[in-house]
């Protein structure tokens, strides 16, 4: 175990995120687990209580608290924004549902963990409940988090999880569907599309996630690391992004293309102000000015030279 590894978990709710959590909790120490699951639950840290909620001093929870211990593990169900100050950007993990399974799952748990009386269709009207994921998730590039995993390859996803943290976590299966449960297979045609159209932010996150998470899988089958980062401009004309590797202080080589004809390689070595916590103190920019030789006809697209991943 690496020191001042610090990882912070965004539990979306009935996304296995509780299966995770008992998994984490088995591994690390007692000390080195909290959880924030607002002010009155059970389960919320004592320590998040005064210092989080009370005192509302983030830096002191750090400087007191996680800054001592060589490693930890925050989880609870929070906006990715609230602790991300305190925690390197690549430290920062979550699971992703299809949200269809994941909306009808959290009514069954507000049904009968929280009382909830309301019917189905009026709970997915609920604001409160829709495109819960991206919205927990939106603050940043999918690209620039430590692990984005999928809910339905839970055992893959701690797999992944253990080899970037070097961690032997153990997959656990807690809070399986009751018989009486509601399941997908008896909504109507309509009541899917309807979920579909209220959780259309969803729906398109969790399939850039879903395509992210295979390159991942990929990568790992072949002994390949994965490449962090995102696309910030791309047109016809001109292509510029980051690129860099967790445990690499190399400048990542990038093929630029244009449709299927490649154009140029240029280094990821260029300077990003305002990224935190990252490689090569911030040198992970690229650039690149199409210079008119090939007539492009769409947007340029970014791959890893060595590697072929795309940068999304």
């Not at 999928?150 to 055992?155: A, K, L, M």
């Not at 961690?167 to 569907?177: A, C, D, G």
């Not at 990929?218 to 690391?225: F, I, N, Q, R, V």
């Not at 490689?279 to 007539?295: A, H, Q």
Request: hydrophobic share 35%.
């Amino acid at each position: 175990m690496l020191k001042n590894q610090h990882i912070l978990f965004i539990h979306i709710p009935k996304t296995a995120g509780t299966s995770f959590r008992v998994s984490a909790q088995e591994y690390y120490e007692e000390n080195e687990i909290f959880y924030d699951y607002s002010p009155h639950a059970k389960e919320t840290s004592p320590s998040i209580v005064e210092m989080i909620y009370e005192s509302k001093d983030f830096y002191g929870f750090y400087s007191k608290v996680l800054s001592p211990l060589d490693k930890s593990f925050l989880s609870g169900h929070f906006h990715s924004t609230k602790y991300g100050a305190l925690y390197d950007t690549l430290n920062v993990v979550s699971f992703v549902r299809n949200p269809i399974e994941q909306v009808i799952s959290h009514y069954n748990h507000y049904k009968n963990r929280h009382g909830y009386t309301e019917s189905f269709s009026i709970f997915i009207q609920e604001s409160r409940f829709c495109n819960l994921q991206s919205k927990l998730l939106a603050s940043k590039p999918i690209g620039m988090y430590g692990l984005l995993a999928i809910t339905e390859e839970y055992d893959t996803a701690i797999l992944l999880f253990n080899r970037l943290y070097n961690t032997k976590l153990e997959s656990q299966y807690i809070n399986r569907k009751s018989k009486d449960a509601l399941h997908s297979s008896e909504l109507e045609d309509e009541i899917i599309t309807l979920i579909e159209r209220l959780n259309s932010k969803d729906m398109i996150f969790y399939k850039k996630v879903q395509a992210q998470f295979e390159v991942r899988k990929e990568l790992y089958a072949k002994g390949l690391d994965f490449t962090y980062g995102f696309i910030q401009k791309a047109t016809m004309h001109e292509i510029s992004g980051i690129a860099f590797q967790k445990d690499n202080k190399n400048a990542i080589e990038i093929d630029i293309y244009a449709g299927e004809v490649y154009l140029a390689t240029v280094e990821a070595k260029n300077l990003r102000a305002g990224q935190k916590d990252v490689p090569r103190k911030g040198y992970i920019g690229f650039d690149y000015v199409y210079d008119g030789e090939y007539e492009a006809h769409e947007k340029l697209s970014a791959f890893n030279r060595v590697t072929k991943q795309e940068i999304l």
